[in-house]
């Protein structure tokens, strides 16, 4: 491989930013909230990755294509939005401390699935 994938790029950014939020919500979070955190992200992720293949199928949608097409440059700005929002979502548990950030990290682990099931659709291309 000569090149790096962009869309496996992207998943990393996404991936980095998710633990960036996970740490945020547990140094600023509800105390305690650690595990909860770090179980949530791996299984929906894991879950999102796992699933979403098949419910497309199900529900007869076309198959997705990855995020980032190298004839458009325009995709990598906006797939670029995925990690950009994560690392300002990773600043809220700064601002508010003290609450339980779990709803946030779900999210979070939903968009990071989207982006490894992007990467791994444009690795089987």
């Keep these: 491989m000569n090149r790096l994938e962009p869309n496996l790029m992207l998943a990393f950014s996404t991936g980095v930013a998710l633990a960036l939020l996970i740490m945020t919500a547990t140094a600023f979070g509800a105390p305690g909230q650690a595990a909860k955190y770090l179980i949530t992200?791996?299984?929906?992720?894991?879950?999102?990755?796992?699933?979403?293949?098949?419910?497309?199928?199900?529900?007869k949608r076309p198959t997705p294509q990855p995020m980032i097409h190298p004839a458009s440059a325009a995709s990598a700005v906006w797939a670029g939005l995925f990690p950009l929002v994560l690392i300002i979502a990773a600043a809220a548990p700064v601002f508010s401390p003290g609450h339980d950030y779990?709803?946030?990290?779900?999210?979070?682990?939903?968009?990071?699935?989207?982006?490894v099931d992007s990467a791994i659709r444009a690795n089987r291309i």
Excluded: E
């Design 41 to 59: 992200a791996v299984v929906c992720s894991a879950l999102f990755v796992a699933f979403n293949g098949g419910m497309n199928r199900l529900l």
């Design 102 to 115: 779990g709803l946030l990290i779900l999210i979070a682990s939903v968009w990071f699935g989207v982006t």
